[in-house]
Nanobody, 113 residues
Framework: QVQLVESGGGLVQAGGSLRLSCAAS????????MNWYRQAPGKQRELVAE???????NYADSVKGRFTISRDNAKNTVYLQMNSLKPEDTAVYYC???????WGQGTQVTVSS
């Protein structure tokens, strides 16, 4: 069974940092492109960051320079380091395996002003 389990969300003040983790099982993690998405209330789910099996990365313009996606293939875990957080970063953050497609349950990130 495939599982993607996010952790690390919480409440942080604007300007602060959080690191999200996504532990994967049931997939060939090292060759799987992984994504972080987020969805704020009343908004569409948006792609935040992507990392390929070769560790090539892409980011949404809104988070470039502030967020870093990384992976540890030995731990089957993908991370999202979030710095200089803004209230508009408040959302549920979801881990996603791209192909085949699987989603985690999400973790809440709340940034207070």
């Amino acid at each position: 069974q495939v599982q993607l389990v996010e952790s690390g969300g919480g409440l942080v003040q604007a300007g602060g940092s959080l690191r999200l983790s996504c532990a994967a099982s049931g997939i060939i993690f090292r060759i799987t492109t992984m994504n972080w998405y987020r969805q704020a209330p009343g908004k569409q789910r948006e792609l935040v960051a992507e990392i390929t099996g070769r560790s090539n990365t892409n980011y949404a313009d809104s988070v470039k320079g502030r967020f870093t996606i990384s992976r540890d293939n030995a731990k089957n875990t993908v991370y999202l380091q979030m710095n200089s957080l803004k209230p508009e970063d408040t959302a549920v953050y979801y881990c996603r395996a791209k192909s085949p497609e699987y989603w985690g349950q999400g973790t809440q990130v709340t940034v207070s002003s």
